[in-house]
């Protein structure tokens, strides 16, 4: 170890969504003089609108901070970012394996949850300090030693003389910084040794390319050095190195081990530096890549389509970019008799979706039909074969069929006990199977749970805030596939299977489902000149059966003194509406009609 | 020389009605001299461009015309006759309102040469009458009635509503037969559109009213109660004795030319549609100026119909709906290949071809709207 590590530090931060994250991380910036509070944009961290609005860190990044000591030395802080969501727990991993410490925020009205201690087991994993920092002081609910109390019994780790901060007015910043400086340990590595570094983040720029944010293990890099990404092979020359400032890039002649920094090297797509990948010296080859390099696998798929046709090409383009920085997100083309040309996109999990989903209706003004969402199931054939079937389309017909499996996830559940009684209905109603439930204290539980993904993936999450009044928390992980009883649920409008409303269901909740979702296309679907049977079938066997009647009505009947304005103004208002309307076959139905009807509201349960 | 409808706008009633979001309003004498005062310095400005021209229809609507006074109607008619051409026989409207109608007032018709009168009966159920907020009962129409026949008047149109709340089939059968005991030479149907901005818009929810297959069944017995008792369907909601056609209502939908006197009146002249703006105050004040009043151009939509389209949509309101041979001489294309669409709705029972033209059948006038956003090309 040389003179300058000695005076490095790498830190995460991680927290339950809404303890304060981000607003430590400002704090921590402002005061160690990163940056002065008036260049501050709120939340400088965040870059994206739709974290900032969210609250969450949808991707890494990092920053590096300069910090004079009490000690009188000047220290390199790192603070490396982390998502704060499950969906990205990989990602959490790779960036908590680049640092040394971690500060664990925790919300003093609040206390543990479920992402608290999901993030703390993944720390304790990574073999990281871990410095407890106790958020939000300023409010009058809190309740420091509770949460003090809460936090070495639970998480077992020494909680005593923590910080209790409040980021939101900066008080006691100055013993988080302090903390960071004593408690964790500076960076060990070898500047001589063959290089080695670890992907943590990556990031398109349309000037530079990939920007690669990498925490060299050993070794050193230059510009002109040739790499290699381990992983794939890849060889590139490095264009540039440097450190990551507040305000963004700030070229170096070299980094070297124990740092924090970017290469850029004019790669073309983040697909091709995949996080936790190692990248070494192609000249002087590490022997080992760095361990837990995985790649990120789609667990939840959707069908997006434009809601007018016309857009296919915007929409096409619009996913390249986003995928440009976001390696996890997959999409091929995909084509419904309904909706017409779109794309099968794979996400990491639910919330994941739902952020690819607003990013393209929000930063690239589309409107999207998105069908429900689906999981992967493997099918044993009965002629031997295995296949993965991620489109309820391609669900093969039964008599095919020798087991049906489903994904299944272990499901960690933290509320207040008040809610118990509710989350054991949802999640028994969820087919969920019970696993054990602790205290954590004498007011919160947690409790496990073995859960279909299936399940999760429609509405859970909401009704679990609804049964809770917003208390619980959730996270999962992957726990493998189960044998299941699963039915293909199609529905047929006038006799004519709507490809797009497919979807596998366990056979013991089709009947119910099938009733509730031809409901609600009856009351979704406008009536039309021609009566519409809207049936759900099994096969060929119909389990539910509506009607739509057909119009009768749809005429000005006065129009008044001449005004002939009025009656056009009428049908060029209907006109509009009309071509949105997609046409399946010979019924039309609107946008709304599809989205209302995947949208499973409470009564569903 | 060509022939002109002239429309004239009362924007007064004694109480606005319960479904009502026409521009009308109750309000004071003085200010009702001021708008006769404002209206025929109107009519005065604007003649000389009318003066290449004969007016074959006048229609004086609201509001409720009849509640002017007789000095104050003779004003408006003398000003009509001096400064616009009547035709000789020229179709004279005007609209009553049962209640509001006294034996001065019809001399003072019938004076200034009004020769049909257009009565709002709307139902003969005095519950009924009003749960709508009128302000008459049946005895007030039948004594209007009949002293309008007493004077003399040969062509009267009654106005019923159907699609009320609470309203039974046997009531609107009810309602008709006794209408077409009084023999009206004219009978306008309508059914009620609850408007937002009006009393009944804002209790919606609990009007019960009838649905719209109950609409439809409602409609249908209209069109076939009256045909049997002889007034035939000439507009989805009009019907007359032979002969006996609304001649200025059938300018609208024959794309005829016509000129709307008053705030919110309506008109189309030289290809032009236009309106003046509803506000009785800016009306009144620009014309006390000797300035008429601004003329609202229609909008121009993105996809607004093209003249064909309007075409179309206008004929497919009358029961003679879209004769091709004319179509043909008018635009110098086919119909069924320009609108190749009609054809499933022939198919499907909502439009009939006789050979030589479309015109809507009963269910498809009643669906017309959506029948016309299917074939028309805008």
Redesign the interface.
């Known amino acids: 170890m040389n003179e300058k590590q000695k005076y490095i530090r790498n830190f995460s931060i991680i927290a339950h969504i809404d303890h304060g994250k981000s607003t430590l991380a400002d704090r921590i910036l402002e005061y160690s003089n990163a940056v002065s509070k008036r260049e501050m944009e709120e939340q400088l961290l965040d870059n994206m609108d739709l974290e900032r609005e969210r609250g969450i860190t949808i991707k890494a990044r990092a920053v590096r901070i300069n910090y004079k000591h009490k000690d009188g030395q000047d220290y390199v802080l790192n603070l490396i970012d982390t998502p704060g969501h499950v969906d990205f727990n990989y990602e959490v991993s790779r960036s908590l394996n680049a640092c040394e410490g971690a500060l664990l925020v925790v919300d003093s009205t609040q206390g543990i949850e479920a992402q608290t201690l999901a993030n703390a087991y993944l720390a304790v994993d990574c073999d990281l300090e871990i410095v407890p920092v106790i958020n939000k002081i300023d409010l009058p609910s809190a309740n420091v030693e509770r949460v003090r109390g809460e936090i070495e019994d639970v998480i077992g780790i020494v909680a005593e003389d923590c910080p209790a901060v409040s980021a939101k007015v900066g008080l006691n910043i100055d013993q988080v910084l302090d903390a960071i400086v004593e408690k964790i340990p500076c960076p060990k590595g070898d500047a001589d040794a063959p290089l080695k570094c670890l992907i943590f983040d990556s990031h398109y720029n349309s000037y530079l390319g990939v920007v690669v944010y990498v925490r060299v293990m050993d070794g050193t890099l230059k510009a002109g050095d040739r790499i290699r990404l381990m992983s794939t092979g890849a060889k590139y020359d490095v264009v540039e190195v440097g450190h990551l400032s507040a305000f963004g890039l700030e070229k170096s002649d070299s980094i070297s081990a124990g740092e924090v920094g970017y290469i850029t090297a004019s790669i073309k797509t983040v697909s091709e530096t995949r996080v936790g990948d190692t990248v070494t010296n192609d000249e002087n080859p590490t022997s080992e890549p760095l361990k837990g390099f995985k790649e990120a696998l789609p667990m939840v798929f959707s069908g997006i389509y434009p809601a007018d046709g016309a857009r296919y090409n915007d929409l096409r383009d619009a996913l390249d970019k986003l995928k440009l920085n976001d390696a996890a997100l997959s999409f091929e083309p995909e084509t419904s008799i309904a909706l017409g040309f779109g794309f099968r996109c794979g996400f990491l999990g639910l919330l994941h979706m739902e952020i690819i989903q607003e990013r393209l209706e929000r930063e690239f003004n589309l409107d999207l039909i998105t069908t429900a969402p689906s999981v992967i199931y493997k099918i044993e054939k009965t002629n031997g074969e295995v296949i993965y079937v991620d489109n309820p389309s391609n669900y093969p017909s039964p008599d095919t069929i020798s087991v049906a499996y489903e994904p299944t996830v272990k499901a960690s559940i933290i509320t207040p006990t008040e809610y118990v009684g509710g989350i054991m209905d949802l999640c028994q109603d969820r087919r969920g199977i019970f696993k054990d439930m602790k205290y954590l204290d004498s007011q919160r539980v947690e409790l496990h749970y073995i859960m279909p993904l299936n399940e999760i993936v429609y509405d859970f999450f909401d009704a679990l805030k609804s049964r809770s009044k917003g208390y619980a928390s959730l996270d999962y992980e992957l726990a493998g596939y189960e044998p299941s009883n699963l039915v293909k649920l199609d529905f047929l409008l006038n006799g004519e299977i709507v490809d797009a409303l497919t979807f596998i269901v366990h056979s013991d909740k089709a009947y119910a489902r099938a009733r509730r979702i031809a409901e609600k296309l009856k009351d979704n679907i406008s009536r039309q000149l021609f009566e519409i049977p809207i049936q759900a079938a099994i096969g060929s066997k119909v389990i539910a059966r509506e009607t739509v009647r057909a119009l009768r009505k749809d005429v000005l009947a006065k129009c008044y003194g001449g005004d002939i304005t009025r009656k056009k103004k009428l049908l060029e208002k209907q006109k509009e509406g009309k071509k949105k309307m997609r046409r399946l076959g010979s019924v039309e139905v609107t946008p709304e009609a599809f989205m209302a009807v995947l949208k499973l509201d409470d009564s569903d349960k | 020389m060509r022939k002109l409808g002239a429309?004239i706008?009362i924007p007064f009633c004694e109480k606005k009605c319960n479904y009502c979001d026409?521009y009308s309003s109750p309000c004071s004498e003085g200010v009702r001299d001021s708008y006769i005062e404002a209206l025929c310095k109107h009519i005065e400005l604007e003649a000389p461009l009318y003066k290449d021209y004969e007016f074959d229809t006048v229609y004086i609507?609201g509001g409720t015309p009849s509640i002017l006074t007789p000095n104050s109607f003779e004003k408006l008619g003398k000003t009509i006759k001096k400064h616009l051409n009547l035709t000789q026989g020229a179709e004279f409207t005007i609209e009553i309102n049962p209640g509001t109608l006294t034996l001065e007032k019809l001399i003072a018709y019938k004076s200034q040469g009004v020769n049909r009168l257009s009565i709002g009966l709307q139902s003969t159920n005095d519950q009924m009458l009003v749960s709508l907020g009128r302000i008459h009962t049946l005895k007030d129409f039948e004594e209007s009635y009949f002293l309008a026949r007493e004077c003399g008047f040969d062509n009267v149109s009654l106005d019923l509503m159907y699609g009320l709340p609470n309203q039974t089939l046997n009531d609107l059968i009810e309602t008709l037969e006794e209408a077409i005991s009084y023999q009206p030479e004219h009978i306008s149907a309508?059914?009620l559109?609850v408007e937002e901005n009006t009393p009944f818009g804002k209790i919606e929810a609990s009007l019960n009213l009838p649905d719209?297959?109950f609409?439809?069944l409602m409609?249908e017995t209209i069109v076939e109660k009256l045909r049997e008792n002889g007034y035939s369907q000439y507009e989805?909601?009009n019907f007359s004795r032979a002969g006996r056609r609304s001649q200025h209502n059938l300018?609208?939908w024959l794309s005829q030319e016509?000129i709307?006197f008053g705030p919110?009146?309506?008109?189309?002249f030289c290809g032009e549609?236009y309106?003046y703006k509803p506000s009785l105050s800016e009306y009144v004040e620009s014309l006390s100026k000797d300035m008429l009043p601004v003329k609202q151009l229609?909008?121009n939509?993105e996809?607004?119909?093209d003249k064909m389209d309007?075409y179309v949509?206008?004929r497919f309101?009358l029961n003679d709906g879209v004769n091709t041979s004319e179509f043909y001489k008018e635009f110098g294309k086919e119909f069924a290949k320009e609108y190749p669409q009609i054809e499933q709705?022939v198919r499907?029972g909502?439009v009939n071809f006789d050979g030589e033209k479309y015109f809507f059948s009963t269910?498809g006038?009643?669906?017309?709207?959506?029948?016309?956003?299917?074939i028309?090309k805008?």
């Open positions: 429309y706008h026409f609507g309508y059914c559109k719209e297959d609409e439809y409609y989805i909601s300018k609208y016509y709307g919110s009146a309506h008109s189309f549609r309106s229609e909008e939509f996809h607004s119909l309007e949509m206008l309101r709705f499907s909502h269910k006038f009643f669906v017309s709207n959506y029948i016309l956003t299917q028309l805008f």
